[in-house]
């Protein structure tokens, strides 16, 4: 069974549209996130939740708003979407107890807009 | 702000070569150190971790040590694999918040035959 599943896994569209990508965990963690991977591999954490909560949201374009429908979803819409928002989208989760707690990474959601 | 350092890549060795990828980290506290591997279309993966200095963290035969006095956790391996091409990411979670994790830039190593 997957830990932690993304889809769709890939995501062609136009400038303009509005998306949503969809994220699962089954692990039972507390806590999951939405990370952006760049075309040079860098990794920067765009936001997570926490028991329904937000707890980090980096500087990221208002365009961008995460969705937790319970604990085990955490879905990322994303308005008006620009060619600069073509990444690789990773989801993670974790169970946020104590020092040193592993995030579990999805398969990544690769984005181009066009 | 906290942050990782790691040697830029790509790294290209022969089979059975040693590997020694770079990583050092400015943090305040003493924050929790990982490396992460992303294998070719794949997510990110636990390779290993270290929450304390001194700590070796091992797995698959690469090793890092939490050295708090050079603030580094450098990934070594004695024989790498074709299959061990891949890119690393050193990787840290500040001491009291988890939730925090920040990546390094990451480092592509090509394993050649």
């Known amino acids: 069974d997957t830990a932690v599943s993304q889809t769709p896994k890939y995501l062609v569209t136009q400038m303009g549209n509005d998306k949503s990508i969809k994220c699962e965990q089954n692990?039972?963690?507390?806590?999951m996130y939405w990370y952006k991977q760049d075309s040079k591999k860098f990794l920067k954490i765009m936001f997570s939740?926490?028991?329904?909560?937000?707890?980090i949201n980096e500087t990221v374009p208002n365009r961008f708003s995460p969705k937790s429908p319970d604990k085990a979803h955490l879905n990322l819409h994303i308005n008006s979407l620009e060619l600069g928002d073509s990444a690789v989208y990773f989801c993670a989760s974790s169970q946020t107890t104590g020092k040193g707690v592993t995030q579990y990474f999805g398969p990544g959601t690769r984005l181009l807009v066009l | 702000g906290d942050s990782v350092t790691q040697m830029e890549g790509p790294v290209t060795l022969s089979e059975e070569a040693f590997l020694t990828i770079n990583c050092t980290y400015t943090a305040t506290g003493y924050p929790s150190l990982f490396w992460y591997v992303q294998y070719p279309g794949e997510g990110l993966q636990l390779l290993l971790k270290a929450t304390k200095a001194d700590d070796k963290g091992s797995n698959k035969g690469f090793e890092a040590t939490y050295r708090k006095e050079t603030t580094s956790f450098h990934l070594e391996k004695g024989s790498v694999q074709v299959s061990d091409s891949a890119v690393y990411f050193c990787a840290l979670t500040r001491s009291l918040n988890n939730n925090d994790m920040r990546f390094g830039a990451g480092t592509r190593l090509t394993v050649k035959p």
């Open positions: 692990l039972g963690h507390d806590t």
């Open positions: 939740y926490n028991n329904k909560e937000l707890i």
